[in-house]
C-alpha cells in the first residue's frame, strides 16, 4: 500500500471510529436496535446527497457515467476496491471489496 493511500485508510477508520463513537451514546440514550437504526438513516442520507451530487455533474441522466464518477480516482489510491458486477441499460450493480469502515467497526468490537 502506498504512502498516500495508507494516509486515505487512516482517515477512512478515524470517520469509522467517530461513527462508533456516536452509534455508542445514541445506544445509552435510545438502546442499540434504535441506535443502529438512527445511525444506517443518517449513513444513508449522506450517500444520498453524494449520489445526487455526481448526478448533477451530467448533462442527462446516465448510470454509466454516475458508476465512473463514483469510482473515479487513481486506481491506487482505491480504499475500497470499487469495481462494476453488473451493467444493465437500468441499473448498474457495484462491488466494493474492501472497507475501512468497516473493518474499523470490527476492530472497536461491532458487528457491521
Known amino acids: 500500500m502506498n504512502q498516500n493511500l495508507a494516509v486515505l485508510v487512516n482517515e477512512l477508520k478515524n470517520r469509522a471510529r467517530i461513527y462508533v463513537n456516536i452509534y455508542r451514546e445514541l445506544s445509552m440514550e435510545v438502546g442499540t436496535e434504535k441506535a443502529a437504526v438512527i445511525l444506517k438513516r443518517a449513513l444513508y442520507a449522506r450517500g444520498r446527497e453524494k449520489g445526487l451530487q455526481l448526478a448533477g455533474r451530467m448533462a442527462e441522466p446516465n448510470l454509466h ?4 464518477a463514483f469510482m473515479e480516482g487513481d486506481a ?37
Open 76 to 112: 491506487d489510491m482505491d480504499a475500497f476496491g470499487h469495481e462494476v458486477v453488473e451493467e444493465r441499460s437500468d441499473s448498474i450493480v457495484l462491488r466494493l471489496n474492501h472497507c475501512p469502515l468497516v473493518e474499523a467497526w470490527k476492530e472497536a468490537g461491532l458487528s457491521p
Open 65 to 68: 457515467e454516475l458508476a465512473v
